[in-house]
Structures are given as C-alpha cells and as structure tokens.
C-alpha cells in the first residue's frame, strides 16, 4: 500500500529569482525601446563620461560588484593562491586559448570585414574583470576562488593587452601572410578600466567584510548585513543592461544584418570558452564550485576595456567600436544561458557533490547567490 506520508513542500520562490531569466530580457527590450523612443537619451548617455569610463555603465557595474565581492571571505581566498591547477589552467585558457580562438573565429567568419574582424580580435584580448563574478555566483560557482582570478587576470591585463594586441594584429597575419592592422593601445586606458571596474568594489567589498566582522562579528555580517545588500547585485545587474542597449540600441537596429554577423562569432566563442573551461576543470579534478568558476572566467571578456580601446584607437563610429559594443549584447544572453547549462551539468557530472543538491537557477534565491 503506498505511503500517506505528506512530501515536504519546497518553499515557494519569490518573483524575482523565477523569472530572472524575463527580468534580464525585459531590461534588454526596456534599453531598446527607450534608444528608439529617445534617441536624444542615448546621446545624452554617450556624452556623460570621464575620459573613457561610461559613467552610467560604471554606477551599474559598481553596484552589481559590490554586494559580491562583499560576500568574499578574503582569509579563505588565500586559499585559493596554492590551487596551481586552477591558477595554471585559468591563466592558460584566458592568455592563450582565448585570444587565440577569437583570433581564428573572427579571420573565419568575417574575412570580408576587416574593421569588425580587428573589433573582435580586442574584444577576445579583453578578458573578464567584471560581469563574470555575477554569473559564478548564479552558477554556484567558488566566490573566493571568482576574486582571486579576476585579480590575477587585471594584472596580467595591464602587462599583456598591448602586446598582445601587437602579436594578433600584426606579427601573426603577418606570419600567416595575412593583411595586417596598426594600433596603438593606451595603457592608462587599459589601468583606469581595471581601477575602476575592479579595484573599486573590490577594496568596498573587502572593507565592508573587514570593518563589519570585527565590529560586530561574522555572524552578524553574513546573517544580517549580506542579505540586505545581496539584492542590489542584480539591480545593478538590470540597470546596466538598460544603460548598455539604450547607449547602443540606435547602432544595434540601424544595422540588424552586421550585427547577425558580428555576433555568430561571439556565440561560438562563448560556448567554446565555457566548454573547454568546463572540459578541463572536470579532467584535472576540480570540484563543481572551481570547475564552474574556471569556465566562467574564461568564457567572459571585459567589455568596458574592449569598448574603451576600439573607441580611443578607431574613433567612436568605427566598425571596431561596433564589434566592442556588440560584444556585451550578446554576452549577456549567452552566459545567463551557460548559467543554467552549469546547474543542469552539475548532479550530472558532479554526482557527490550533487548529491541531494539543487539543480536549477531556481533553487538558489538570489539572496542567497547575490
């Protein structure tokens, strides 16, 4: 006779962290509407910066970075220094797998389209500071182990992009008996975008941990204090999503077949980075948590710096600039995708850590992740 026994019931999820998914595509659709709407409110975005930083896109990234990199228990993320297998491989997709494959991607898919081809070759030399730490958090990923490799590739950032811009721009067509493209790259740019998208909310985030468990204890920090800021991570999520298309919607539906173009490489790159990320983490022995955190950091770019550059070097209405600009609109979707990708692979592939753990975005309140 089977069982009477009532099955617990899940508690129900608020609306927020269901429909994180819509919440996302509504902000895109929002800044799509208000840049043709308001044409004039996209310009008047552009023109609010300092120097190369879009002040708008810095307030959201800030907010969105903030409450995460408050969540760091920096004493564990020392930790995270003696890990060489997840220091090597991370170091090793992001410096050379990475600009190598957006390299091939954009001479594949775009021989024809030099100005968008060179875009995305910046875009590929670029790698993630920023956004990356909001989707190892909705992953699940290892937060300690998320900081300690965003800080890691901002220093390899301001000593490798020129240089390597130099090698994929012109010494390899070169080799390869390709035609070749002459840039020169700022290095202030490229520092002031580490300083500001990373070094900011990092020492917020490390201070607030600081200052907050010495005068009132962990307990208290992570019990009370985390969950009243966590939830501002994904409103500055949402906002710098409408910032981005609003600034760039005029350009995204001025020029719809282009854009087709410029983002099937992206695409590409983005599942390619993730799997092979993925793929190595589980063959060198990883957990889930640093298994994801390897994938995610090697999938995301630094589209700020990407942007900043194309700008600075080919001018604002370059085909370069266009390529930097597309690259955020796609990566947006793409990895709130790999997101749930990681979760379903999670009890799949990482069966005891898995082991009686949730499987899906919805299992995790933001609250908890953010």
Not at 45 to 73: C, D, E, K
Not at 101 to 128: H, K, Q, S
């Amino acid at each position: 006779m089977p069982s009477t026994a009532a099955t617990p019931t899940p508690p129900r999820l608020g609306t927020t962290d269901r429909f994180l998914p819509v919440w996302i595509l509504a902000a895109m659709g929002l800044g799509l509407l208000l840049a043709v709407l308001f044409p004039a409110l996209g310009q008047a975005l552009h023109a609010f910066q300092i120097g190369s930083v879009s002040i708008p896109i810095a307030v959201g990234l800030l907010v969105m970075m903030y409450p995460v990199l408050a969540r760091v228990r920096y004493s564990d993320a020392r930790a995270v220094a003696g890990d060489r297998k997840l220091l090597v491989s991370s170091l090793v997709l992001n410096w050379v797998v990475g600009p190598a494959l957006m390299f091939a991607l954009a001479w594949a898919l775009l021989p024809d389209l030099p100005e968008y081809r060179t875009g995305l070759i910046i875009v590929g030399l670029a790698r993630c500071i920023a956004m990356v730490l909001i989707w190892n958090d909705l992953a699940c990923g290892d937060r300690e182990a998320a900081a300690f490799l965003v800080a890691v590739n901002s220093v390899f950032q301001v000593i490798a992009f020129a240089s390597l811009g130099w090698f994929y721009l012109q010494v390899l067509p070169a080799w390869l008996g390709l035609s070749t493209t002459s840039a020169q790259f700022s290095l202030w740019a490229i520092t002031v975008s580490v300083l500001v998208f990373l070094g900011i909310p990092l020492l917020a985030g490390f201070l607030s941990r600081r200052i907050g468990e010495r005068t009132r204890g962990r307990a208290w920090y992570e019990g009370t204090f985390l969950p009243k800021v966590g939830p501002f991570a994904l409103y500055g999520l949402l906002f710098t999503i409408v910032m981005l298309f609003t600034l760039q919607g005029q350009q995204v539906i001025g020029r719809p077949l282009e854009i087709v173009r410029i983002a099937l490489p992206l695409l590409v790159y983005f599942a390619v980075m993730f799997a092979a990320g993925f793929v190595a983490g589980k063959l060198i022995g990883l957990s889930y948590e640093r298994t994801t955190t390897l994938a995610f950091t090697a999938a995301g770019n630094n589209f700020e710096l990407a942007i900043a550059v194309a700008i600075g070097t080919f001018g604002a209405t370059s085909g370069q600039a266009l390529a930097g600009i597309v690259g955020p609109l796609i990566e947006v979707p793409a990895l709130v995708a790999l997101v749930y990708v990681a979760l379903w692979l999670r009890p799949r592939l990482f069966k005891r850590a898995g082991a009686g753990a949730p499987a899906t975005l919805q299992d995790f309140p933001v609250a908890d992740r953010v």
